[in-house]
């Protein structure tokens, strides 16, 4: 009988431990903000990332598609921020041609201001 | 025969006597309208030139305005050629977007260089016709020459201008990069 009593005492205190405990985690005003900030942090990323997917129609983007249907709608919104970050389709090479080209620019236009024609002091002589 | 001679001498003094006088009025006659001619010459070109000068010191202001901006040109050009190398060492932390947007800025620059372009040459055409101007004395020609010529520098002013702000645009977006 004290078995009993005992047995069924311990469970009361376990059960109501993991009672509390999942109370605090449901209203601890702390937490509860962070996960907000966190959701809408992620929201905004979402929102910023998404012109950038919609314009990049390509293979690129069929992994990522492939990964929001596997994952729940909160790891989607993060997934969406790394795949953001890494959506660059210009190799290393292309990078130098354009800021080569970008130089190249530059030097054209000096060369232009170079070649602009001018007046002579004698000709300004009356 | 005395009488005879003394009446000849007299009659030739008298003669290159009225001569002399004569020849001193012509002379006198000819420095007044010589005189007259140069200050006429001198009126006119006082009027000329009081005409023509606010003209050419605009296009002498504007001259130096320009050599000024294509040194600011120059030296903001360099800054970015130096930008560009320290981009190109760190070329793989560039994102596509960055990239894009500083090509963004370049085409601007090419195509307010562009318009610079289409109007080289039209001051030394002008020129050519301002000294034809000069050679006939032909003040109004002259005066068209000079007003075209302000013309033009006044565009590349502009011109030179928006190439410089559209540069450091350019350059404070590197920067900001990298």
């Known amino acids: 009988m004290k ?7 311990a469970m009361v205190i376990l059960l109501s431990a993991v009672g509390c405990r999942e109370v605090k985690t449901e209203y601890n005003p702390a937490a509860n903000d962070g996960s907000l900030r966190n959701e809408k942090e992620s929201t ?12 990049s129609d390509n293979a690129k983007t069929e992994p990522e598609a492939v990964l929001k249907e596997s994952k729940t709608q909160t790891e989607d ?3 969406a921020v790394i ?20 130089s190249k620019e530059l030097d054209r236009i000096i060369e232009s201001l170079n070649n602009l024609d001018d007046i002579e002091d004698e000709d300004l002589e009356f | 025969m005395k009488k005879l001679i003394m009446m000849l001498l007299s009659t030739s003094l008298l003669v290159t006597g009225s001569m002399a006088y004569a020849n001193d009025t012509t002379a006198d006659k000819g420095k007044e309208k010589l005189q007259t001619r140069i200050e ?33 040109a120059k ?10 190398k320290e981009a190109k060492a760190q070329k793989d932390t560039l994102t596509d977007e960055q990239i894009s947007k500083l090509a963004e800025s370049v085409t601007a620059l090419k195509d307010e260089a562009q318009k610079l372009e289409l109007h080289t040459g ?18 109004d020609s002259a005066k068209i020459s000079l007003q075209k010529i302000i013309d033009v520098q006044t565009a590349r002013i502009d011109n030179i201008s928006v190439i410089i702000t559209n540069m450091k645009k350019l350059l404070a977006d590197f920067n900001e990069i990298i």
């Open chain 1, 3 to 9: 078995k009993h009593i005992i047995l069924i005492a």
């Open chain 1, 44 to 55: 905004e990323a979402a929102q910023k990332t998404e012109p950038s997917q919609t314009k």
């Open chain 1, 77 to 79: 919104k993060v997934s």
């Open chain 1, 83 to 102: 795949i953001s970050k890494s959506d660059n389709k210009l190799s290393s090479e292309e990078k130098e041609k354009a800021l080569d080209d970008m």
């Open chain 2, 40 to 72: 006429n010459r001198i009126n006119k070109a006082g009027d000329r030139a009081s005409e023509i000068k606010p003209l050419t010191d605009e296009i002498s202001l504007n001259r130096n305005e320009i050599t000024a901006l294509k040194a600011e």
């Open chain 2, 75 to 84: 030296t903001i050009s360099k800054e970015i050629k130096e930008v560009i």
């Open chain 2, 122 to 139: 039209e001051i030394k055409d002008e020129v050519a016709l301002l000294r034809e101007a000069r050679k006939n004395k032909d003040t």
